[in-house]
């Protein structure tokens, strides 16, 4: 569990609503979504397929903007930064610098080796002149956190040859290469059997509760959800309710 | 300080993309072969006509001061004025005329008569070395099995006594013991001399001629060995007018290959006096006509009356219709060309009314770039079309680049947005793929450089080594006058297809660098 006495908040998401287009017909997701998250705070996305849920998480992330309302204007605030006000290169760093991102499907880049795949966050963070002078102290954490995960020993391994929870830390490992301040998590243990799944869950309880991490993550299963801090439960795209996990 | 583009992340993606991927290699493939196309088609397109034009170059000097037909005199004066400038290494007097000549088979046929005066012609041109019958130390490029009669020991005293005809216009006739005045016939002109496809002449050892009653009689088949042509001029006076046709035989000293078919085929020299003569252009008397056939007067030796005679009132001199100029080694030709105009209106100021016009001569005295620009350009047309013809195929490979970066994009449409959530920026996805596309151009349009000026270089024995597998004969001696494919790789045009090759790959990967910079990176990562 996160640190509960810290309880400024880090990031604060304001009437967020999203619409996508699917030919000419328009499909809404996010309805109006108000959220508040809390520094070194787990909170657990919940909700069903098609709830909204990733596409928050996108929105948050900065990968994507909410739809533009002038009498309702959608805000999401990260710390005094308004992502929804930044231009496209300030977003780009704020993705490389404040948010890690962990998908359900690793997103692995499969030419690159284990070692690659984790420090290609870095490598884009600092610049080619950045990252020359960087490159020790980043293959340094880039080698303590393999060891963390147990992966010392598959650094020079391709993503086709290692298993599905093998794959899902290396990508942990990458999203923490730059040492973010929040965590983003897209149902990480959703493509993994049960007991992998757990093995990830621990992992990512324990960097929570040890570094101090922020955690988002989006889940529909209840079980992984009860884990978490707070649950924020989504349903066609609105917030449904906030609760402890105790009551989930 | 923290940079967003041109990172470690797309050197080392390029890298990876370069080398596990069949495409890469298939689009680095299209280049190597379009450039080494270009270049081997440049080079030997361009080979040509260097050897070409220097071919017609040899025989013709670098300006020529000409007046046809009438000629003009006081050449020896301006060829003297001409030798004294800075810029002019030396000048010669012939007569271009054209004349009938009588084969060795009686065949008639139009030809171009050159006379000279051999020791200063050939220092303005590379006469001797057309010279065919002559002893030689290495067999020509394509002889592989030596079989060139001017190798044999055996003729090498022969040979030398050809060559030393050709150098002096002159041979001994076996049967009187005089040496006569002799011509030097293009190698082609008799059509006894047969080419083999070793680019070597295997002279007949002798040829038919018909006669009146249906029988036919044997003729010298090796002209420097006895054989003789017929030669026909027709004369003109001073005014142009035509005289009378004067023929005569001209023995055959030697011949010449200049490289040029069409002068190979239609050209014989003769000495200068011997055209002077003929064409009625040498030294003459300028005597005073009699206009009454009845008039006598008193012979002042005898004492007796007779016919009045024509009176002498001066020498009219020898005429020559060329005056060709070499100038000296890295001169500006156009410089000289206009310093030997000037020269001329200094000439024609000491001779006015005796020479042509300074003003009718300006359009006579010409580079040998201009005299032969039919010939260049349209060379240099044919170059161009077949460039132009073989840069649109090689156009295709911006097609296929465009069409392989398209399919890699779409391919790799997950990994644009696993780089975007990481934080990597639009114009550094583009920058990857035109990057990636640079390092194609790079690399196929180095070997295709490579493999190009190789090929280039080896030209002549791929040629044969395909002759010989396969029996496959594109550049045949007997069609082509030059012996051996002519190349030449120019650094400047290997530069241009190199740099040319590398554009097309840049383009090629614009489109898709485009294309995946305007990827929604949330549209990417759901992307199956």
Known sequence: ?248 | MIVYTRSVYQALLTKKYLTSKLMPILAMLAVMLSVATILITWSVMGGFLKTLVNSGRSLIGDVTVSWPNVGFAHYDELIGMLEEDELVEGATPIIETFGLIQLPDDRIELITIKGIDVQSYNRVTNYEDTIWWKPIDEPTAKDKDASDVRLEPDYTQAMEMFRSNAMTLTRRNPESGITEQAGVLGVEVTGLNVRTHDGIYDPRSFGFRALPDGGVERVPGFMPAGGSVGLTVLSLDSTGKPVDPVTRTIPIANEFQSGIYEIDTSTIFVPLDVMQEMLRLDEARKVEVVENPFATEIDPETGQRRPKRSEVIGIDPARVTTVLVKAKEGANLQQVRDRVYAIYQLFEDKHKGEVPSSFSMDNQIRTWEEMNATMINAVKKETGLVLFIFGIVSFTSVFLVLAIFWSMVSEKTKDIGILRALGASTPGVAWLWIRYGTAIGLIGATVGTAVGIAVVRNINGIHDWLGETFNLVIWDPRTYYFIEIPHEVEIPKAVIVFVVGVLTCVLGSLIPAFRSARMDPVKALRFE
């Open chain 1, 1 to 248: 569990m996160g640190d509960q006495s810290t309880q400024s908040s880090i990031l604060e998401v304001k009437s967020v609503r999203k619409t996508y287009k699917l030919g000419r017909v328009k499909v809404p997701v996010l309805h109006g979504v108000d959220l508040t998250v809390h520094h070194k705070e787990w909170i657990t996305i919940l909700g069903a397929s098609g709830s909204g849920k990733s596409t928050l998480m996108h929105l948050i992330g900065g990968l994507d903007r909410p739809d533009r309302y002038p009498e309702d204007p959608a805000s999401i605030v990260y710390g005094d930064r308004v992502i929804t006000s930044l231009g496209a290169k300030a977003l780009d760093r704020y993705r490389s610098t404040e948010v890690g991102f962990v998908f359900q499907f690793y997103h692995l880049l499969p030419e690159l080796d284990v070692l690659g795949n984790v420090c290609i966050g870095a490598m884009i963070r600092h610049g080619r002149w950045g990252y020359v002078s960087n490159r020790r102290s980043v293959e340094k954490r880039a080698k303590e956190l393999l060891e963390r995960f147990g992966l010392s020993e598959r650094i020079k391994h391709r993503p086709a040859e290692l298993s599905g929870g093998e794959r899902q830390r290396v990508a942990i490992a990458r999203a923490l290469i730059n040492e973010p301040a929040m965590l983003l998590a897209d149902e990480p243990t959703g493509n993994l059997d049960l007991k992998t799944g757990e093995s990830i869950l621990e992992v990512l309880a324990e960097l929570q509760r040890d570094s101090g991490l922020t955690m988002v993550m989006v889940t529909h299963d209840e079980r992984i959800a009860a884990r978490a801090d707070r649950v924020i439960r989504l349903l066609d795209g609105r917030v449904q309710e906030q609760t402890a996990p105790q009551s989930v």
